[in-house]
């Protein structure tokens, strides 16, 4: 199976900054000129919602503050410009190598 | 707009079973995956398995086998897991999602989530 870590594993951030979460995986997840890595984001009590595909498309209707970037084994979500409803907890997905599908355990924004 | 509309919450006794449904409200199944996934309390995501309805395609977590059924109801739009030989550390929501597109595996459409609490 492939392992997702994500890094760190709490980050605080000032409104208005960026923020830069990781994703590392086990082995490559790169093919057919493709990364099958997705980012979500989950709030509490609600469902994860998809923020990111393809490791760097962004899905529709999602502000262009999010971006998604890295290839290989190693990815990044940046959210440039935190607004305070981007607090949440963040997760990667890997689907290329499934089953099964493997998610990251998960980073959580803070404002500072 | 199709929604995946979830059952509601459970309290099951250990050792017992509990059968959560997610219904596609205003759509079909089509020909998506459906996918389910559960988190602990406090917890992250975890990947149960997955059916493709269509063509009755479905695989399973090694963790899950033998405990966890998935079936799917076209006419009633409907995909639904069954858990059996509960738990403590079944406690968790559990969550429907579907493809964004068919077989892709990424889950852009998610139900509200069950929560199903095993206590004796």
């Known amino acids: 199976d492939i392992v997702m870590t994500q890094s760190p594993d709490t980050l605080a951030v000032s409104l208005g900054e960026r923020a830069t979460i990781n994703c590392k995986s086990s082995?490559?997840?790169?093919?057919?000129?493709?990364?099958?890595l997705a980012w979500y984001q989950q709030k509490p009590g609600l469902p994860p919602r998809l923020l990111i595909y393809?490791?760097?498309t962004r899905q529709s209707g999602v502000p262009d503050r999010f971006s998604g970037g890295g290839s290989g084994t190693d990815f990044t979500l940046t959210i440039s410009g935190l607004q305070a409803e981007d607090v949440a907890v963040y997760y990667c997905?890997?689907?290329?190598?499934?089953?099964?599908?493997?998610f990251g355990q998960g980073t959580r924004l803070e404002i500072k | 707009q199709v929604q995946l509309v979830q059952s509601g919450a459970a309290v099951k006794k250990p050792g017992s079973s509990v059968k959560i449904s997610c219904q596609a409200s205003?759509?079909?199944?089509?020909?998506?995956?459906f996918t389910w996934v559960r988190q602990a309390p406090g917890q992250g995501l975890e990947w149960m398995g997955r059916?493709?309805?269509?063509?009755?395609?479905?695989s399973y977590a090694q963790k899950f086998k033998g405990r966890v059924t998935f079936t799917s109801d076209e006419s009633a739009t409907t995909v639904t897991v069954e858990l059996s030989g509960l738990t403590s550390d079944d406690t968790a929501v559990y969550y429907c999602?579907?493809?964004?597109?068919?077989?892709?595996?990424?889950?852009?459409?998610w139900g509200q989530g069950t929560l199903v609490t095993v206590s004796s």
């Open positions: 999602a579907r493809d964004r597109l068919s077989e892709d595996n990424v889950f852009e459409l």
């Open positions: 205003g759509g079909s199944l089509g020909y998506y995956g």
């Open positions: 082995q490559s997840i790169f093919s057919n000129n493709m990364n099958y």
């Open positions: 059916v493709f309805p269509k063509f009755n395609v479905k």
């Open positions: 393809w490791a760097s």
């Open positions: 997905q890997q689907f290329h190598s499934t089953p099964p599908i493997t």
